[in-house]
């Protein structure tokens, strides 16, 4: 089973400011790699899918990049309605879908 | 416009059985996958199976095989999860979430959680 590693598990961030999380994949998992969104009482948002691609009404300060092992999520300019938990995924090792264990990304 | 409704939240005993639902609307419920995520309380999330209702091919997470059982009824296009002996461990909140039939992207569509609640 592919193990996805999710680094920080928490970063205080200002708002305005910039975040930067990581997802690393255990092996390759190509660029089938998404993120979510998890507000807290609410279902996951996916954001990102294809390492890099941006869901429907998603903004664009959220930005995803990496490939292989190492990936990226990038929210430029923090919103308040943006600190949340954000979480990766990798559909590549299909039906194994495995998450990482979360990034909570709190007001500094 | 596409929806998973699920079925509302469910207080249980241990030892109990449990089927709860997840039914799609606004696009075509057999030709994409169904999966289930659970979620327990404060933790992250976690693939359990997921079902292609067009012909009912089920798959497991290892983690989960024998512990649940995942089905569809698509002539009511509905999902389900079910339990045959709850544990208090199986307290947690279940979504369903839908996948492309040919895997080549994640889920894009959730449904809003059902919470198990299993206390003697």
């Known amino acids: 089973e592919i193990v996805m590693t999710q680094s920080p598990a928490t970063l205080s961030v200002s708002p305005g400011e910039r975040a930067t999380l990581s997802c690393r994949a255990s092996q390759s998992v190509s660029s089938n790699l998404a993120w979510y969104q998890q507000k807290p009482g609410q279902a996951p948002r996916l954001l990102i899918y294809?390492?890099?691609t941006r869901a429907t009404g998603i903004p664009a300060r959220f930005s995803g990049s990496g490939s292989g092992t190492e990936f990226t999520l990038t929210i430029s300019s923090l919103q308040s309605e943006d600190f949340a938990v954000y979480y990766c995924?990798?559909?590549?090792?299909?039906?194994?879908?495995?998450f990482g264990g979360g990034t909570k990304v709190e007001i500094k | 416009e596409v929806q998973l409704v699920q079925s509302g939240a469910e207080v249980k005993k241990p030892g109990e059985s449990l089927k709860i639902s997840c039914k799609g609307s606004?696009?075509?419920?057999?030709?994409?996958?169904i999966g289930w995520v659970r979620q327990m309380p404060g933790k992250g999330l976690e693939w359990m199976g997921i079902i292609y209702p067009g012909d009912s091919d089920t798959r497991y997470s290892p983690s989960f095989q024998g512990q649940v059982t995942i089905s569809a009824d698509k002539s009511i296009s509905t999902a389900y999860l079910q339990w045959s002996s709850l544990k208090a461990s199986d307290t947690a909140m279940y979504y369903c979430a839908r996948q492309d039939w040919n895997h080549v992207y994640p889920f894009d569509y959730w449904g809003q959680g059902t919470l198990v609640t299993v206390s003697s």
């Open positions: 995924q990798q559909y590549n090792n299909w039906p194994s879908l495995t």
């Open positions: 606004g696009y075509s419920f057999t030709s994409y996958w």
């Open positions: 294809g390492a890099s």
